[in-house]
């Protein structure tokens, strides 16, 4: 990692891990939101009853995808984290030059440098997903 010294290093390693904090209080705060009274009538109610037991399955969809975005979210800082401990963090996956501080700070979970991460953007965007 001979772009990042040990300072800059310490200070995204913090970053992360207040951002690591910050989500698993979200993810506690809303595994308890779905104890909410709304949401348990819902699935309470005799199915046929309220005539809308698909109502009950949108809405623990919604709520697991937004879990979802959380779990994947810290599965990324723990990766991050994991690279640190490997003497890997700041490196491109893809090419191996190193990922510019900056952009660590902006983005301390990223893993590729910005040429190849707008590669692979301009990628995904030819495979008939225009950003425009
Ligand atoms: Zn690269």
């Known amino acids: 990692m001979a772009a990042l010294d040990s300072s ?17 209080r979200e993810v506690r705060d809303e595994l308890e939101n779905t ?17 809308d037991e698909s109502m009950a399955n949108a809405l623990a969809d919604f709520n697991v995808a937004q879990l979802d975005r959380h779990v994947q979210s810290l599965r990324d800082i723990e990766a991050a984290l994991q690279r640190v401990r490997n003497g890997e963090y700041g490196v491109c996956t ?39």
């Open 35 to 51: 104890g909410d009274q709304h949401r348990i009538d819902l699935l309470n109610s005799e199915p046929g009853d309220s005539g």
């Open 94 to 132: 893809d090419c191996g030059d190193d990922v510019s501080f900056a952009r660590l700070q902006a983005y301390p979970t990223a893993k590729r440098c910005i040429v190849c991460q707008e590669k692979r953007e301009r990628e995904y965007a030819q495979e008939g997903h225009p950003k425009m």
């Open 8 to 24: 800059q290093l310490d200070q995204l390693v913090e970053k992360l891990k207040t951002d690591y904090q910050a989500l698993l």
